[in-house]
C-alpha cells in the first residue's frame, strides 16, 4: 500500500519572500458573485482603529451634547430674565386686561347658558366643594401637594390662555367642546379623588370662575425672606430657579379653590420677592466692593529710622517682614494712588531690598539684580521658587534602550515617572521611588542617565547631524556630550574637552557605561583650542556661569556672589566664544553652528555675551527651534543690544519649572577675522 497523499497546504515559516496577493475572482454574472468581506475578521490593527474611532465618537458626543446643554441654560436664562423686565413693567397693565377678560367671560357664559351647561355647571360645583375640603386635608400632606402641584400650575396657565381666546372670539362652540372633554376627564378623576387633592384642567376652565367672596391668600412674605437670605449664602444664584419652581407649586395647590384672579396675584407676589431678593444680593455685593475699596484706599506707613535700628538690633520677627514686603509690592504696583505723602519710590524700594535680603538670606548685589531683571509683582514667586527643589529626570540612552521600555522596567521596580513633557522624545520626570536611582540594574547597564531637564535643551538646539565632527568644549560631567553621541548613533566624531583634568574621569566612566564609541576625551584650556583643532561642523559651549539659575542646588551663591564674580566670569566667557567661533568651519555643508549656553540668567553672562560675539566675528543669531521659553533681552536698563537676540531663548524656575538657563544659537558667516582682513591686503600690497 502506497503513503497516503497530504493536499493540505502548508503555511511557510521563518524569512523568506512574501507571496503576492492573490486578486479576487471574477465572475461572469454579479448574482453569482459572493461577499468576501461579509464573515471576515478584523486584524488586531483593525480592532484597535475600531476602538479608538469609537472613542473618538463617543467623546464627540458628549462634547456636543454639553455644548447643547449649555445654550438651552443660556437660553432659558435669557429668557427669565426678559420676563423678568417684563413683568415690572406691565403688571398694571396685565391686571386690567386681565379684569376685562374675566368681565368678558361672565358675560359670554350668560349669553351661551343651556340646559347641558346648567346640568353641568351643578355637578362642578359640588366637586368645586369637594375639592376645598380636600385643600384643608392637603396642608398636612405637602408631600402630596407639591406632586400633584406641577401639573395643576401648567393647567392653570393653558385654560387662562384659552379663556383669554374665548372672550376675544366669543365662540359658543368652544365651550360645548370644553364641557364634553370635561364631562370625560370627570369620569376619569371620580375614582381618584379621595385619595389626591383635583385641581381644574383647560376642560373646566369655562365654568371655574374667580368667586368674589373668597378671600385672597398671600404667601408669608417675612419666613420665605429669612429663608432665601439663608439659602443665599449656600447655593448663591441657583436660588432664583429653584424658587420659582416651588412658587409654582404652591400656587397650583392653593388656586384650587381661589379662582384665577387671586393666582395672577400671586404670581405677582412671587415675582416681587426675587426682585427683592435680587435688590438685597446686589446691596450686599456693594458693601462688599465698598470694604475692599476701603482697605485698598488704606496707607502703607513705612517704618521710621529709630523703627530700622531697633530691628536691627532685635532678631528678626518673619511674620512682620514678610506682611510688609506684601504691604510694599502692594503700594508699589500703583505708587501714585497708594505711596505715602513726603515718600519717594527710592524709600519703599530700599526697604523692600532690607525686607528680602532678611527673609530670604540674601546679599544686597543678588536682590539688585534679581529686581532689575524681574518686575516687582513676580520678585516674590521668583524666590520662593529658589527655595524649592526642582523634580529629578533621567535621559533614556536611544543607543540601549527605549524610553516606552525603560519606563516600564522602572514603574515595575516601584518608580513613579511620567514623561517629562511634549518637547523631549527621550526625558522621563521622576516623582518618587522606592528604591535609589543610581543603583538600578538599568542605571548600571546604561539604560539612562541622571540629567536636569534644562540640560537637554542646549543638545536640541545643537541637533547634531550623523557623520559630522562636533566640539564639546566644557563637556564634564559628560551628560551633553552623551546626548549627542546617542543622536548621532555612534557616528562621526565627537571632541569632549574639559579644562580640569580630574573631571575628566567621569566623562570617561559615564561613555564606558552608556555605550558610546564615537568620542575622544581631552583636557585643554578651551581658549587654546583653535591652536589645536579647527573645522568643527558644530560646537557647543556650556560656558562656566555664577550659578544664578540653580540657587535652589547651591544655596552659598546667595550671599557669596559680588560684582567681581561676575565680571570675573564675564571675561572668561567672553574669550570662550571668540575661541569657539574660531574653531568652526564656516564652509561646513551641514553646520557651522555654535550654541552657547549657561545655568544663569543675569544679562551680563547671557545677552552681552552674545552681543560682543556679533561685533568681534561674521556670525548671526538664529531661531533656537525650541518651542517654548522667553525671549532674550533686547534692553536691559542702560544697555541696548542687537535685535536679532530676541531669538535666544530663556527659561526660569518659577514659570517653567528648570532650572534657570539661557540658549542661544550662533551661525558662522566666514571664516575671515574683521581686524586681520585689512592687515592681509597691507601685506600683500
Same mark, same amino acid.
Given at each position: 500500500?502506497?503513503?497516503?497523499?497530504?493536499?493540505?497546504?502548508?503555511?511557510?515559516?521563518?524569512?523568506?519572500?512574501?507571496?503576492?496577493?492573490?486578486?479576487?475572482? $471574477?465572475?461572469?454574472?454579479?448574482?453569482?458573485?459572493?461577499?468576501?468581506?461579509?464573515?471576515?475578521?478584523?486584524?488586531?490593527?483593525?480592532?484597535?482603529?475600531?476602538?479608538?474611532?469609537?472613542?473618538?465618537?463617543?467623546?464627540?458626543? *458628549?462634547?456636543?451634547?454639553?455644548?447643547?446643554?449649555?445654550?438651552?441654560?443660556?437660553?432659558?436664562?435669557?429668557?427669565?430674565?426678559?420676563?423678568?423686565?417684563?413683568?415690572?413693567?406691565?403688571? +398694571?397693565?396685565?391686571?386690567?386686561? *386681565?379684569?376685562?377678560?374675566?368681565?368678558?367671560?361672565?358675560?359670554?357664559?350668560?349669553?351661551?347658558?343651556?340646559?347641558?351647561?346648567?346640568?353641568?355647571?351643578?355637578?362642578?360645583?359640588?366637586?368645586?366643594? *369637594?375639592?376645598?375640603?380636600?385643600?384643608?386635608?392637603?396642608? +398636612?400632606?405637602?408631600?402630596?401637594?407639591?406632586?400633584?402641584?406641577?401639573?395643576?400650575?401648567?393647567?392653570?396657565?393653558?385654560?387662562?390662555?384659552?379663556?383669554?381666546?374665548?372672550?376675544?372670539?366669543?365662540?359658543?362652540?368652544?365651550?360645548?367642546?370644553?364641557? =364634553?372633554?370635561?364631562?370625560?376627564?370627570?369620569?376619569?378623576?371620580?375614582?381618584?379623588?379621595?385619595?389626591?387633592?383635583?385641581?381644574?384642567?383647560?376642560?373646566?376652565?369655562?365654568?371655574?370662575?374667580?368667586?368674589?367672596?373668597?378671600?385672597?391668600?398671600?404667601?408669608?412674605?417675612?419666613?420665605?425672606?429669612?429663608?432665601? =437670605?439663608?439659602?443665599?449664602?449656600?447655593? /448663591?444664584?441657583?436660588?432664583?430657579?429653584?424658587?420659582?419652581?416651588?412658587?409654582?407649586?404652591?400656587?397650583?395647590?392653593?388656586?384650587?379653590?381661589?379662582?384665577?384672579?387671586?393666582?395672577?396675584?400671586? #404670581?405677582?407676589?412671587?415675582?416681587?420677592?426675587?426682585? %427683592?431678593?435680587?435688590?438685597?444680593?446686589?446691596?450686599?455685593?456693594?458693601? @462688599?466692593?465698598?470694604?475692599?475699596?476701603?482697605?485698598?484706599?488704606?496707607?502703607?506707613?513705612?517704618?521710621?529710622?529709630?523703627?530700622?535700628?531697633?530691628?536691627?538690633?532685635?532678631?528678626?520677627?518673619?511674620?512682620?517682614?514678610?506682611?510688609?514686603?506684601? +504691604?510694599?509690592?502692594?503700594?508699589?504696583? %500703583?505708587?501714585?494712588?497708594?505711596?505715602?505723602?513726603?515718600?519717594?519710590?527710592?524709600?519703599?524700594?530700599?526697604?523692600?531690598?532690607?525686607?528680602?535680603?532678611?527673609?530670604?538670606?540674601?546679599? %544686597?548685589?543678588?536682590?539688585?539684580?534679581?529686581?532689575?531683571?524681574?518686575?516687582?509683582? =513676580?520678585? $516674590?514667586?521668583?524666590?520662593?521658587?529658589?527655595?524649592?527643589?526642582?523634580?529629578? !529626570?533621567?535621559?533614556?540612552?536611544?543607543?540601549?534602550?527605549?524610553?516606552?521600555?525603560?519606563?516600564?522596567?522602572?514603574?515595575?521596580?516601584?518608580?513613579?515617572?511620567?514623561?517629562?513633557?511634549?518637547?523631549?522624545?527621550?526625558?522621563?520626570?521622576?516623582?518618587?521611588?522606592?528604591?535609589?536611582?543610581?543603583?538600578?540594574? =538599568?542605571?548600571?547597564?546604561?539604560?539612562?542617565?541622571?540629567?536636569?531637564?534644562?540640560?537637554?535643551?542646549?543638545?536640541? !538646539?545643537?541637533?547634531?547631524?550623523?557623520?559630522?565632527?562636533?566640539?564639546?568644549?566644557?563637556?564634564?560631567?559628560?551628560?551633553?556630550?552623551?546626548?549627542?553621541?546617542?543622536?548621532?548613533?555612534?557616528?562621526?566624531?565627537?571632541?569632549?574637552?574639559?579644562?580640569?583634568?580630574?573631571?575628566?574621569?567621569?566623562? $570617561?566612566?559615564?561613555?564606558?557605561?552608556?555605550?558610546?564609541?564615537?568620542?575622544?576625551?581631552?583636557?585643554?584650556?578651551?581658549?587654546?583650542?583653535?591652536?589645536?583643532?579647527?573645522?568643527?561642523?558644530?560646537?557647543?559651549?556650556?560656558?562656566?556661569?555664577?550659578?544664578?539659575?540653580?540657587?535652589?542646588?547651591?544655596?552659598?551663591?546667595?550671599?557669596?556672589?559680588?560684582?567681581? +564674580?561676575?565680571?570675573?566670569?564675564?571675561?572668561?566667557?567672553?574669550?570662550?566664544?571668540?575661541?569657539?567661533?574660531?574653531?568652526?568651519?564656516?564652509?561646513? &555643508?551641514? #553646520?557651522?553652528?555654535?550654541?552657547?549656553?549657561?545655568?544663569?540668567?543675569?544679562?551680563?553672562?547671557?545677552?552681552?555675551?552674545?552681543?560682543?560675539?556679533?561685533?568681534?566675528?561674521?556670525?548671526?543669531?538664529?531661531?533656537?527651534?525650541?518651542?517654548? /521659553?522667553?525671549?532674550?533681552?533686547?534692553?536691559?536698563?542702560?544697555?541696548?543690544?542687537?535685535?536679532?537676540?530676541?531669538?535666544?531663548?530663556?527659561?526660569?524656575?518659577?514659570?517653567?519649572?528648570?532650572?534657570?538657563?539661557?540658549?542661544?544659537?550662533?551661525?558662522?558667516?566666514?571664516?575671515?577675522?574683521?581686524?586681520?582682513?585689512?592687515? &592681509?591686503?597691507? %601685506? @600683500?600690497?
Amino acid at each position: 500500500m502506497g503513503r497516503r497523499a497530504d493536499f493540505k497546504i502548508k503555511e511557510k515559516k521563518g524569512p523568506g519572500k512574501k507571496a503576492k496577493k492573490q486578486k479576487d475572482p $471574477v465572475f461572469a454574472s454579479k448574482e453569482f458573485q459572493p461577499d468576501l468581506r461579509k464573515d471576515r475578521k478584523l486584524s488586531s490593527h483593525q480592532k484597535q482603529r475600531m476602538k479608538k474611532r469609537l472613542e473618538k465618537k463617543k467623546v464627540f458626543d *458628549e462634547k456636543k451634547a454639553l455644548k447643547k446643554q449649555r445654550k438651552e441654560e443660556e437660553e432659558s436664562k435669557k429668557k427669565e430674565e426678559e420676563e423678568m423686565e417684563e413683568s415690572d413693567e406691565g403688571i +398694571d397693565d396685565e391686571a386690567e386686561e *386681565e379684569s376685562d377678560n374675566e368681565e368678558m367671560e361672565q358675560e359670554n357664559g350668560d349669553q351661551s347658558g343651556s340646559e347641558e351647561e346648567s346640568e353641568e355647571a351643578s355637578e362642578n360645583e359640588v366637586e368645586n366643594e *369637594e375639592e376645598q375640603e380636600s385643600e384643608d386635608d392637603a396642608s +398636612d400632606n405637602e408631600v402630596e401637594n407639591e406632586e400633584g402641584s406641577g401639573e395643576e400650575s401648567e393647567n392653570e396657565a393653558e385654560s387662562g390662555e384659552e379663556s383669554e381666546n374665548e372672550a376675544e372670539s366669543g365662540d359658543e362652540g368652544e365651550e360645548e367642546e370644553q364641557s =364634553e372633554e370635561g364631562e370625560s376627564d370627570d369620569e376619569k378623576e371620580s375614582d381618584t379623588e379621595e385619595s389626591q387633592p383635583k385641581g381644574f384642567t383647560d376642560d373646566n376652565a369655562a365654568w371655574l370662575k374667580p368667586s368674589g367672596t373668597a378671600p385672597k391668600r398671600k404667601l408669608p412674605l417675612d419666613d420665605d425672606e429669612s429663608d432665601d =437670605e439663608n439659602d443665599d449664602d449656600q447655593e /448663591g444664584d441657583d436660588d432664583d430657579d429653584s424658587d420659582a419652581s416651588s412658587g409654582e407649586e404652591e400656587s397650583g395647590s392653593e388656586e384650587e379653590g381661589e379662582g384665577g384672579d387671586s393666582d395672577e396675584e400671586m #404670581g405677582i407676589e412671587k415675582k416681587s420677592k426675587k426682585l %427683592e431678593k435680587k435688590q438685597k444680593k446686589m446691596l450686599a455685593e456693594a458693601d @462688599k466692593d465698598m470694604k475692599l475699596n476701603m482697605q485698598e484706599t488704606e496707607k502703607f506707613v513705612l517704618p521710621s529710622g529709630q523703627e530700622i535700628e531697633k530691628e536691627k538690633s532685635q532678631p528678626p520677627d518673619l511674620q512682620i517682614i514678610q506682611s510688609r514686603i506684601r +504691604d510694599v509690592i502692594h503700594v508699589l504696583s %500703583e505708587f501714585k494712588t497708594r505711596r505715602e505723602e513726603g515718600r519717594d519710590r527710592s524709600h519703599y524700594t530700599d526697604q523692600l531690598k532690607r525686607d528680602l535680603c532678611t527673609y530670604y538670606s540674601y546679599n %544686597e548685589f543678588m536682590i539688585e539684580k534679581m529686581l532689575n531683571i524681574f518686575p516687582i509683582g =513676580e520678585i $516674590v514667586e521668583v524666590l520662593e521658587a529658589n527655595e524649592v527643589n526642582r523634580p529629578v !529626570t533621567i535621559r533614556t540612552n536611544t543607543l540601549k534602550t527605549r524610553r516606552r521600555d525603560l519606563a516600564q522596567a522602572l514603574i515595575s521596580r516601584g518608580v513613579n515617572l511620567d514623561p517629562i513633557g511634549k518637547w523631549s522624545k527621550v526625558g522621563l520626570v521622576v516623582y518618587s521611588s522606592s528604591i535609589p536611582l543610581g543603583a538600578t540594574p =538599568e542605571y548600571l547597564g546604561g539604560h539612562y542617565l541622571l540629567q536636569g531637564a534644562s540640560s537637554l535643551l542646549p543638545v536640541m !538646539t545643537l541637533a547634531p547631524q550623523e557623520g559630522e565632527r562636533i566640539l564639546d568644549m566644557a563637556s564634564a560631567p559628560g551628560g551633553k556630550t552623551s546626548h549627542i553621541a546617542a543622536i548621532m548613533k555612534n557616528t562621526g566624531m565627537v571632541l569632549a574637552n574639559d579644562a580640569n583634568k580630574d573631571r575628566t574621569k567621569a566623562i $570617561v566612566g559615564n561613555l564606558h557605561r552608556l555605550g558610546i564609541t564615537n568620542t575622544v576625551v581631552c583636557s585643554e584650556d578651551g581658549r587654546n583650542l583653535p591652536n589645536v583643532m579647527k573645522g568643527f561642523d558644530r560646537v557647543l559651549l556650556d560656558a562656566p556661569c555664577s550659578g544664578t539659575g540653580i540657587l535652589s542646588k547651591d544655596p552659598e551663591a546667595k550671599t557669596r556672589k559680588d560684582a567681581q +564674580d561676575i565680571q570675573r566670569v564675564t571675561h572668561l566667557q567672553k574669550e570662550l566664544i571668540v575661541a569657539a567661533i574660531d574653531c568652526l568651519d564656516a564652509s561646513s &555643508k551641514t #553646520g557651522g553652528y555654535l550654541v552657547y549656553s549657561t545655568c544663569s540668567i543675569l544679562p551680563e553672562e547671557n545677552e552681552s555675551v552674545v552681543n560682543y560675539i556679533l561685533k568681534k566675528r561674521h556670525v548671526k543669531v538664529v531661531p533656537t527651534g525650541l518651542d517654548f /521659553g522667553e525671549e532674550g533681552f533686547v534692553n536691559y536698563r542702560e544697555n541696548r543690544y542687537h535685535p536679532s537676540l530676541k531669538l535666544t531663548r530663556r527659561y526660569y524656575p518659577h514659570t517653567h519649572n528648570m532650572d534657570g538657563f539661557f540658549v542661544a544659537k550662533i551661525k558662522k558667516l566666514s571664516n575671515d577675522i574683521p581686524g586681520q582682513e585689512k592687515k &592681509k591686503k597691507k %601685506e @600683500k600690497s
